[in-house]
């Protein structure tokens, strides 16, 4: 059973410019969650989503940002005119249902650097 | 903004245990103790979880205080690989809370 998936790993982007980030969730899970992480700081929750719906948006900003998880596909976030602040990594983790009593399972990250 | 207190670093000699301490003096009764670490540059790992009974599996041991207002993490035999970010979280059973608070942490340094 693979993990959580991530690509790309490393991205470049210049000032203005779009990211995509992917994330595939563990086989089975439906539930996916993207975390923040600036240089040198800690993770920051940015949005949760289950399938085709957005169950908590609260750490997103609200320009710019936008996640979605098809029902088919990997979810997506996506950055629209990147600016240099949005270095970071990102992170994706998946839970087979929400984080009632369970665990949520991180992938290895999207490093993301705007030029 | 994060419910625990932990210390900023510690460390560890290899081989022997790693016992680090959170404080969680505001949890409610319905919040269970999360662990998680985080080694350098990868994503973050699950390491335990529980509510107030102390919990055992094969990463390492939780031990909760009567009044579940403090926790601690036991590592019993650190080995160099487990020098990481340690975050001890709060959070609430139930409900369609999808989120988990990160605080700073406890960077843990086993050495040799």
């Known amino acids: 059973n693979a993990g959580v998936m991530q690509n790309p790993r490393h991205l470049v982007r210049r000032r203005g410019q779009e990211a995509r980030l992917r994330c595939s969730p563990m086989?089975?899970?439906?539930?996916v969650y993207w975390y923040r992480q600036l240089p040198e700081e800690g993770l920051k929750f940015m949005v949760y989503?289950?399938?085709?719906?957005?169950?908590?948006e609260s750490g997103m900003p609200k320009e710019r940002f936008s996640a979605e998880f098809p029902k088919e596909g990997p979810s997506i976030l996506r950055i629209q005119q990147v600016v240099r602040g949005d270095s970071a990594a990102y992170f994706c983790?998946?839970?087979?249902?929400?984080?009632?009593?369970?665990?949520?399972?991180f992938g290895q990250g999207t490093r993301l650097t705007v030029v | 903004d994060a419910k625990t207190t932990q210390p900023p670093s510690m460390d560890c000699a290899e081989g022997r245990a790693a016992n680090l301490p959170c404080n969680h003096s505001?949890?409610?009764?319905?919040?269970?103790v999360y662990w998680y670490r985080q080694i350098h540059s990868q994503g973050p790992q699950y390491i335990i979880h529980?509510?107030?009974n102390n919990e055992t599996n094969e990463m390492a041991s939780l031990i909760i205080t009567e009044d579940r207002k403090s926790s601690t993490l036991i590592l019993p035999h650190a080995t160099l690989r487990d020098t990481a970010v340690y975050y001890c979280?709060?959070?609430?059973?139930?409900?369609?809370?999808?989120?988990?608070?990160f605080g700073k942490g406890t960077k843990l340094s086993v050495k040799p």
């Open positions: 983790a998946s839970s087979p249902q929400d984080l009632m009593n369970t665990e949520a399972f």
């Open positions: 086989k089975g899970h439906s539930h």
């Open positions: 989503l289950q399938k085709e719906n957005i169950i908590d």
């Open positions: 505001t949890i409610s009764g319905n919040e269970y």
């Open positions: 529980g509510l107030k």
């Open positions: 979280i709060v959070r609430p059973r139930g409900g369609s809370q999808g989120n988990l608070i």
